[in-house]
């Protein structure tokens, strides 16, 4: 079984982030063969500030490991060190319809808050194709906002095989029960985002537990005492599932603890779980975080493993496309 899945060193991440993708990660690498880039190249879609891209890059690095990516099992790595996903995303990039990428709501989103753009906005989803195809992953584990990005994926592999003989493994996206889409605190019709405009409506994973305790309490809520999910709530139901997402009880058993209490101690103890869930990582990502040459180390090991794995996709795509080979 093999899974791959990347992560942007764009801006502080964020429980979204954690419940979708990097705890699931962790708990893949037990059974799976692993492949975690950190996608620079999608970064770089919207404008970055070289130097914060530089250390945003090995932060993340430190902050997947004290989360528990084990980089002698997992294969982390940075995008930009396998020339071969841009050489696929080139060569996938010449059988994708324009339509298609149009229509992708992170383009519709993006080009929208974003004053200048590159085409790459557009194209950014063929790139992540060609992350997942290169590797022959079988699962994607990802968030809910990714799901028609995983469709292109698998669109885009069944197309390449149809055409030219089998030559792509067809990946599914894989979504966590709890926790695929974590919403914002402040605006709960939102998706939980590093670009969000309210820093207080974002839990980060490396924000101080006072801060965590600040932004839990301020949550917005309704008038209502009563803690159960409903679509006229959607305050309390994103609260609800931080703290299933956290504790791993039910919402359920949440609802049902909390009958006649009100929003106060339930608040109180989703940002208990919350602190509870982040100390050790916080802890382990202050020791790694000033390594930085054990980090490089780090994801040097990986670039050879993944190049190794890449290079002999992207050699079979060039002669089943009728390149002569060099
Ligand atoms: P932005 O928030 O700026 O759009 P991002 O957080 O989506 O960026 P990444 O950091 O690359 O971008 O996302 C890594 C993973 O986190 C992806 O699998 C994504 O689906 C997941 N993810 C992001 N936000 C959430 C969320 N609110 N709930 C659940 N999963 C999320
Ligand atoms: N587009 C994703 C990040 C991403 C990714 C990938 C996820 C890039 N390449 C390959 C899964 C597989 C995002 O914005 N969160």
Known sequence: M????????????????YFGAIRRWVNEQAEADCFYPIVDLHAITVAQEPTE??????SLA??????GIDPERATLFVQSHVPEHARLAWVLECMT???????MPQYREKSQTHAAFGVALLTYPVLQAADILLYQADAV?????????LELARDLAQRFNNRFGETFTVPRG???EVGAKVMDLQDPAMRMSTSSESDLGVVRILDPPEHIRKKIRSAVTDSGR???????????TTLIEILAAASGESAEQIQERYTGSGYGPFKADVADAIVELVTPIQRRYAE??????ELTRILARGATKAHAVAAQTLQRVHEAIGFVPP
């Open 2 to 17: 093999r899974i791959l899945s990347g992560i942007q060193p764009t801006g502080e991440k964020h429980l979204g982030n």
């Open 53 to 58: 891209l530089r250390k945003s890059t090995l």
């Open 62 to 67: 430190a902050l997947l490991i004290a989360s």
């Open 97 to 103: 319809p324009y339509g298609d990428l149009r229509r």
């Open 141 to 149: 584990p990802v968030g809910e906002d990714q799901r028609q990005h």
């Open 174 to 176: 894989t979504y966590p």
């Open 226 to 236: 009563e803690v159960r999910r409903s679509p006229d709530k959607p305050g309390i």
């Open 288 to 293: 790694l975080r000033n390594d930085q040459a």
